[in-house]
């Protein structure tokens, strides 16, 4: 089983940064990919931004040049630094991993709450 920890979320005004971080751990041999996911209110969850290795980063345009995902391989994290933050970023953060193994089975993590106070 392979366990997501996420962490970093909080309450911060607009034009204010936040720091994601989301640890992987258990029965992991290799990850092919991480990344971030976030469900607002009433709507759908959707597609932040992921990092896979030897691809760039991909990032949705509503963050682009403001979100910047990184990930430490030995570490098996992921980390989404987010500045500029506007209230319309305010949602539940999901961290998300694919496994390199059969199946390419996806894990989540629990949410990590961000707010954006206007």
């Known amino acids: 089983q392979v366990q997501l920890v996420e962490s970093g979320g909080g309450l911060v005004q607009a034009g204010g940064s936040l720091r994601l971080s989301c640890a992987a751990s258990?029965?992991?041999?290799?990850?092919?990919?991480m990344g971030w996911y976030r469900q607002a209110p009433g709507k759908q969850r959707e597609l932040v931004s992921t990092?896979?290795?030897?691809?760039?980063?991909y990032y949705a345009d509503s963050v682009k040049g403001r979100f910047t995902i990184s990930r430490d391989n030995a570490k098996n994290t992921v980390y989404l630094q987010m500045n500029s933050l506007k209230p319309e970023d305010t949602a539940v953060y999901y961290c998300?991993?694919?496994?390199?193994?059969?199946?390419?089975?996806?894990?989540w993590g629990q949410g990590t709450q961000v707010t954006v106070s206007s």
């Open positions: 998300n991993a694919e496994l390199n193994t059969v199946g390419y089975p996806n894990y």
């Open positions: 258990g029965n992991i041999v290799s990850i092919n990919a």
């Open positions: 990092i896979r290795s030897g691809r760039s980063p």
